[in-house]
């Protein structure tokens, strides 16, 4: 039954890690109602978003190729570092400290208090209403070569908000891109680029953390989720780029709204513990 789980949890990480929806807040409920009725954890999170962003590295693989060449010639003189590549390189190492410092100063309560489902049904819908707003009110006319050292600051505070359950990692970032001016398929794409440093990090951290603990699921389990979450986010990735160059976010904005409704609903019955 545990490896059903796994690979249950597996699947619905692949689907929901890029979408804006909180991958992290749908492993917290979908936990809630497996038959064991437990809450896989942070570690088994990060572990599984692993799979999800080497998804990302597979996608945007030329790109990173090219950003990291161009930014390793861009430290010996090589190339000019005003180098659009390799100012991402710079952009995107900027950007990823700001969850690497907030993500060790609240690393007790993310894996403990944030993890309520009060807060992950709140975030859902605050997040969900801030994220309609910015695709509405948003300019949506820069592009990434427009973007800057405070932009990309801003964009890397964005992301730590994802440290909560219910923000969403891609969610928030693209929020915040929106907010900025910036086109929906480059905030995205710079929200999919970020989120490489900080989940590659926290996995592996988590992972090696893990070895002097009780995980709720075996090693053989997580990494079968981890490889499952892999091969969906693949295909969520294509979906997710393709719809956002000709639709709004506002079907997501609907779905969270909703189901932080249903929980809040759900909690406040006693139909679920919190």
Same mark, same amino acid.
């Given at each position: 039954?545990?490896?059903?789980?796994?690979?249950?949890?597996? %699947?619905?990480?692949?689907? !929901?890690?890029?979408?804006?929806?909180?991958?992290?807040?749908?492993?917290?409920?979908?936990?809630?109602?497996?038959?064991?009725?437990?809450?896989?954890?942070?570690?088994?999170?990060?572990?599984?978003?692993?799979?999800?962003?080497?998804?990302?590295?597979?996608?945007?693989? +030329?790109?990173?190729?090219?950003?990291?060449?161009?930014?390793?010639?861009?430290?010996?003189?090589?190339?000019?570092?005003?180098?659009?590549?390799? +100012?991402?390189?710079?952009?995107?190492?900027?950007?990823?400290?700001?969850?690497?410092?907030?993500?060790?100063? *609240?690393?007790?309560? %993310?894996?403990?208090?944030?993890?309520?489902?009060?807060?992950?049904?709140?975030?859902?819908?605050?997040?969900?209403?801030?994220?309609?707003?910015?695709?509405?009110?948003?300019?949506?006319?820069?592009?990434?070569?427009?973007?800057?050292?405070?932009?990309?600051?801003?964009?890397? *505070?964005?992301?730590?908000?994802?440290?909560?359950?219910?923000?969403?990692?891609?969610?928030?970032?693209? !929020?915040?891109?929106?907010?900025?001016?910036?086109?929906?398929?480059?905030?995205?794409?710079?929200? *999919?680029?970020?989120? %490489?440093?900080?989940?590659?990090?926290?996995? *592996?951290?988590?992972?090696?953390?893990?070895?002097?603990?009780?995980?709720?699921?075996?090693?053989?389990?997580?990494?079968?989720?981890?490889? %499952?979450?892999?091969?969906?986010?693949?295909?969520?990735?294509?979906?997710?780029?393709?719809?956002?160059?000709?639709?709004?976010?506002?079907?997501?904005?609907?779905? +969270?709204?909703?189901?932080?409704?249903?929980?809040?609903?759900?909690?406040?019955?006693?139909?679920?513990?919190?």
């Amino acid at each position: 039954m545990h490896l059903f789980e796994a690979l249950l949890l597996g %699947i619905v990480q692949g689907l !929901t890690e890029f979408l804006p929806i909180s991958s992290s807040a749908h492993l917290r409920i979908l936990g809630t109602f497996l038959p064991s009725a437990t809450d896989p954890g942070a570690a088994f999170t990060a572990i599984t978003q692993i799979g999800t962003e080497a998804a990302v590295v597979v996608f945007f693989w +030329r790109d990173i190729v090219r950003i990291v060449k161009h930014w390793s010639l861009s430290l010996v003189g090589k190339i000019p570092r005003n180098d659009a590549d390799a +100012r991402m390189g710079w952009l995107i190492i900027i950007g990823s400290i700001p969850i690497v410092v907030l993500g060790l100063l *609240f690393q007790d309560q %993310i894996e403990t208090v944030f993890r309520s489902m009060w807060v992950v049904a709140t975030m859902l819908i605050v997040f969900g209403i801030l994220l309609g707003i910015a695709d509405y009110v948003g300019a949506k006319r820069r592009s990434l070569n427009q973007l800057t050292v405070p932009h990309g600051i801003a964009f890397g *505070f964005a992301q730590a908000l994802a440290l909560v359950p219910g923000v969403s990692r891609s969610g928030g970032t693209i !929020t915040m891109g929106l907010f900025l001016g910036y086109e929906r398929a480059a905030a995205a794409r710079y929200a *999919f680029l970020l989120a %490489i440093p900080a989940v590659f990090g926290s996995g *592996f951290y988590q992972l090696f953390k893990s070895l002097d603990e009780t995980p709720v699921f075996s090693a053989g389990e997580t990494l079968a989720a981890t490889g %499952i979450a892999f091969v969906v986010a693949l295909g969520v990735i294509a979906f997710f780029m393709n719809w956002i160059s000709k639709r709004s976010f506002l079907p997501f904005v609907i779905y +969270r709204v909703l189901l932080g409704g249903v929980l809040l609903v759900l909690l406040a019955t006693g139909a679920i513990a919190p």
